[in-house]
Each structure stands twice: as C-alpha cells, then as structure tokens.
C-alpha cells in the first residue's frame, strides 16, 4: 500500500507570492488532515476533510490560506499571498478510521 | 501551560538499555494516544497508539497510559542506534474533532 505523498518537498518563495501544495492520501481514506510546523514549534493542526468536505477548519491561521479536495482525493493547500511567517514544514495525514492518522513527508517551504 | 508535554531531550541510552520516553497532556477529555518516530526530514512514522489504561505492548516497544494521572509513556527496550530519533506524543479528543494535539517530542540517541 502506497503511503501520503506529497509534493512539492521544498519549495522556495518569496513574500507576496502564491503556493500551492499537494497531498495525496493513502488510497482509500477519506479522511485528510493538514498539520504545519514552524521553526522550534510543535506540529499544529490546520485542517481535516472528510471525502470533501471540510470537516474541521479552526486551525488555519488566516483567510491567506485556502484547502481544497476536489472529488474527495487528492488536496491542494494554498498560500496567497505568502508571509514570511508562513515559513515550516506542512504535512499531511489520511486515515480511514479518523483515528490512526499517517503523515506523508512533508513539504518544507520558505518564504524570503 | 502547553497541551502536550515532552522533555525535548536529548535522552541518551546505551545501545540494549531501556528508554522511556514520557508524556504529560492537560485535556481531561483525551482518550486516544499516540507515538509517532521522526527521523531527521522524515515524516512521523506511527509506531504505537493507545486507548485505555495500562500498558500495550508490541514488539520492543511498550506504550503506558495513566488517564487519572494525564500521563502517557513508551518503553523502548534492548535500544539500538537505530532507535535514535525524535519521539512525538500525540493525543486526540474526540470532543475536539479529529485533530491531533503534539507535543514538542523527544530527541532520543542510543550510543553504541
């Protein structure tokens, strides 16, 4: 069974500009987190789609970042535009069950 | 007060001694628990998760969960260096939704 991936795994950008970020979840499960860590911090939840609907919302940080999950698959994270405090390694999770949640890599991005 | 506390380490082990690696959470409401392993870029590998009071064991690891004192811990036994990573405890409430609350994790190295 293919595990969360993810993509970009870094990505470099500056202030002001816009990002996108993908999650594809293990196949199967319609449940799907996005968790965030910044630099010396704990991993913050962000948000959770079930299928795709957004199930879970109270995390995100502000009306600069979009979740979307189109046909209840993949999920793309937008940031627009970027701060420089938006900087940290965004992961995703899917489970089936909404219990045992499995991380994908992470997408490592800075904004300079 | 964080919600989720670990002592960040580094705990250093010989290689074939026990770790334990110990978690205190503040939300009487919690009733799921989990160990995630981080190596160094990794994604959080799930290795353990727990619900009720006592100890569940797999393999060399033993997961312990004291509910009435908000305590959480993994036994690791006969370590290897293989083991040295950042140890994560995360705790779900499902009167919060599905989100996983982090601690900052534990960096363990086992010495050979």
């Known amino acids: 069974e293919a595990g969360v991936t993810q993509f970009p795994s870094h990505s470099v950008i500056e202030k002001g500009q816009t990002v996108t970020l993908r999650c594809d979840p293990i196949s199967g499960h319609d449940n799907l987190y996005w968790y965030r860590r910044v630099m010396g911090k704990e991993i913050k939840f962000l948000l959770h789609?079930?299928?795709?609907?957004?199930?879970?919302e109270s995390g995100m940080p502000n009306n600069r970042f979009l979740a979307e999950r189109t046909g209840g698959t993949y999920s793309t994270l937008k940031v627009q535009p970027a701060e420089l405090e938006d900087s940290g390694v965004y992961f995703c999770?899917?489970?089936?069950?909404?219990?045992?949640?499995?991380f994908g890599p992470g997408t490592r991005l800075t904004v300079t | 007060q964080k919600e989720v506390e670990q002592n960040s380490g580094p705990l250093s082990v010989p290689e074939g001694a026990i770790a334990s690696l110990n978690c205190t959470y503040s939300d009487r409401g919690s009733q799921s628990f989990f160990w995630y392993r981080q190596y160094s870029g990794k994604s959080p590998e799930l290795i353990m998760f727990?619900?009720?009071?006592g100890d569940k064991e797999d393999g060399r690891f033993t997961a312990q969960l004291n509910k009435a004192s908000q305590y959480v811990s993994l036994l690791i036994r006969d370590s290897q260096p293989s083991d040295s990573a950042t140890y994560l405890c995360?705790?779900?409430?499902?009167?919060?939704?599905?989100?996983?609350?982090f601690g900052g994790g534990t960096r363990l190295m086992v010495k050979p």
């Open positions: 727990i619900y009720s009071n």
């Open positions: 999770a899917s489970s089936r069950n909404s219990y045992e949640q499995y």
């Open positions: 789609f079930v299928k795709e609907s957004k199930q879970d």
């Open positions: 995360a705790v779900l409430a499902y009167n919060a939704g599905n989100m996983l609350t």
